[in-house]
């Protein structure tokens, strides 16, 4: 067990036999989707399967992971009850999402407000005085349910706004206009608008995942939630729509994808990060081999990358002769430490899924009033 400060009340063990030691006890396992898309809960079960092993009397076991309304109650509550103890006199159970927000330098785990669900009003209290001896401001509500839907009406309200911000660049492109200074125009309206911005696709292991938790649990319940399987259509276009700018601005100098040498900068899911979970690159990388074309990357947060079909990739420095060599580069997503003057500079074709180059003065003067293909 390896001690991480905290006056020696807080420390590292995969010795699951060592719960037993605790008051609390938070299950923040991987909510992952199955081959087929349903959700996969397997984690949670194996957790609290643990959990209910070494339950104690008075302990409090807080389910973290997003998932489906339902699951602590349904699914987590009669694992625990197979101790024989009684939820919300002998120990408390409660929904609580994690809310993290990796790689923001302003939200951290204290200053979060954190949801808080019990299955028993006694379950959320004895919650509350745990959690907020280090989170400013909870946030209790009615019932474990109520905690599970706020985290997915939370993920589903980014997937959407995403969804619906990236159809209008798909519209903004057949009209030939630039999707980037419409949303600027309409980001100068004090009220009502909120601004989000177009890209390659969504990516993460949360915003493409967890709205289908509530999608598959609300088929049972003879339900389909439209907005959210419209989004995650919608969302799943852009990586072809990217693939489909590179083949544009390559055929604009009469050359085929086949054979011309396309480099991606920035394979995580989204800046600053080495997270490429579901990341909308393996998609433009899947469409672009299809297609012929030698495929590298360059990533500062990702040495490796693996394909789907099991090659592991590995970053490229950001050399002059390789930004140079490319037939064409794509920035896909747009870390801070990119020097988005250089590579336009030294690019030959530049697909710029993320607007990184608009602060660049020549990237307005392009061919292309779309701005996606910004040299070329
Ligand atoms: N990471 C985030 O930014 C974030 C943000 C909000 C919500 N969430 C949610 O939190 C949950 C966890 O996400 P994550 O990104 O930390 O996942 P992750 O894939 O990084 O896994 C977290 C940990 O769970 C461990 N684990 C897996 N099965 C286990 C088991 N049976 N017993 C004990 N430990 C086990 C893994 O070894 C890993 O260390 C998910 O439900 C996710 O949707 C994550």
Redesign the pocket.
């Known amino acids: 067990m390896a001690a991480l400060g905290g006056g020696g009340t807080l420390a590292a063990t995969t010795d ?1 036999s060592r719960l037993g030691e605790c008051d609390a006890v938070a ?5 992952p989707l199955s081959k087929t898309g349903d959700p996969d809960i397997s ?1 949670v079960v ?2 609290a399967r ?1 959990a209910g092993t070494a339950l104690g009397r008075g302990q409090l076991v807080a389910l ?4 489906f309304p339902g699951t602590t109650r349904e699914v987590v509550l009669p694992i625990l009850e197979d101790s024989g103890m009684q939820v919300g006199e002998d120990f408390f159970l409660c929904f609580t ?6 790689g923001n330098a302003r939200w951290k785990t204290r200053n979060t407000p954190k949801i808080v669900g019990g299955v028993t009003d006694r379950c959320r209290e004895v919650a509350v005085g745990f959690y907020s001896r280090f989170v400013d401001r909870m946030v209790p509500v009615s019932s474990a349910e109520a905690a599970e839907l706020t ?1 997915i009406l939370e993920n589903a309200f980014r997937a959407v706004n995403i969804a619906m911000v990236n159809e209008m660049a798909l519209i903004a492109d057949r009209l030939r206009l630039d999707i980037w200074e419409v949303i600027a125009a309409a980001d100068t309206k004090p009220f009502g608008f909120m601004r989000f911005d177009p890209g390659p696709g969504l990516g ?3 915003l493409p ?2 709205p289908h938790y509530l999608s598959w649990r609300m088929r049972a319940l003879d339900y389909r939630t439209r907005f959210i399987d419209m989004a995650s259509e919608v969302n799943a276009e852009m990586p072809a729509f990217v693939a489909g700018k590179v083949r544009e601005a390559l055929n604009g100098v009469s050359k085929p994808v086949r054979g011309s040498r396309v480099l991606l900068l920035g394979v995580a899911y989204k800046p600053d990060v080495g997270d490429t979970r579901e990341s909308p690159a393996m998609d433009i990388l899947d469409q672009l081999e299809r297609d012929g074309a030698e495929v590298l990357y360059h990533d500062p947060h990702v040495p490796e990358w693996r394909t789907r079909d099991g090659r592991v990739l590995r970053s490229h420095p950001l050399a002059d002769d390789l930004l140079g060599g490319a037939d064409a580069v794509v920035v896909v997503t747009d870390h801070s430490s990119f020097d988005a003057e250089r590579i336009y500079r030294l690019s030959q074709l530049l697909v710029d899924a993320r607007n990184m180059t608009a602060a660049v003065g020549e990237a307005k003067r392009t061919a292309h009033p779309q701005r996606w293909i910004v040299k070329g």
Request: charge should be negative.
């Open positions: 699951l299950i923040c396992v991987p909510t984690h194996a957790a643990n973290e992971s997003t998932t999402p994690e809310r993290v927000d990796p985290k993460g292991h949360c995942v967890d």
